[in-house]
């Protein structure tokens, strides 16, 4: 399984940013995608989930009603959605695909991709 992450960039404090999760690998839709992030000096952390019946868990208390995550199945992709961004939220973001469930703790069963980097700032 493979994921590959794109659209992070440079944004301002209180703006939005997409980000996008291309997977492949899996033969079918049951499995679900986790977010990480990365802060500079920080460990990586689980940010938020969608599993395979679109059921959302987040994972960071800190994003709660500003980041949300959807899935186009048909072209195997995930969204993360993140608005009201703010320094904070500064870090590289991964994507992960794990079977089915979003598992709790958060874990990738895979290998890591590149990731995207995200700078909020002005």
């Known amino acids: 399984v493979q994921t590959v992450e794109s659209g992070g960039g440079l944004v301002q404090p209180g703006g939005s940013l997409r980000l996008s999760c291309a997977v492949s690998g899996f033969t079918s839709d049951f499995y679900a995608i986790l977010w990480f992030r990365q802060a500079p000096g920080k460990e990586r952390e689980g940010v938020i989930c969608i599993d395979s019946k679109e059921f959302i868990t987040t994972y960071a208390d800190s994003v709660k009603g500003r980041f949300t995550v959807s899935r186009d199945k048909a072209k195997k992709m995930m969204y993360l959605q993140m608005t009201s961004l703010q320094p904070e939220d500064t870090a590289v973001y991964f994507c992960?695909?794990?079977?089915?469930?979003?598992?709790?703790?958060?874990?990738?069963?895979?290998?890591w991709g590149q990731g995207t980097q995200v700078t909020v700032s002005s």
């Open positions: 992960a695909a794990h079977p089915l469930d979003c598992p709790m703790p958060p874990r990738n069963p895979g290998s």
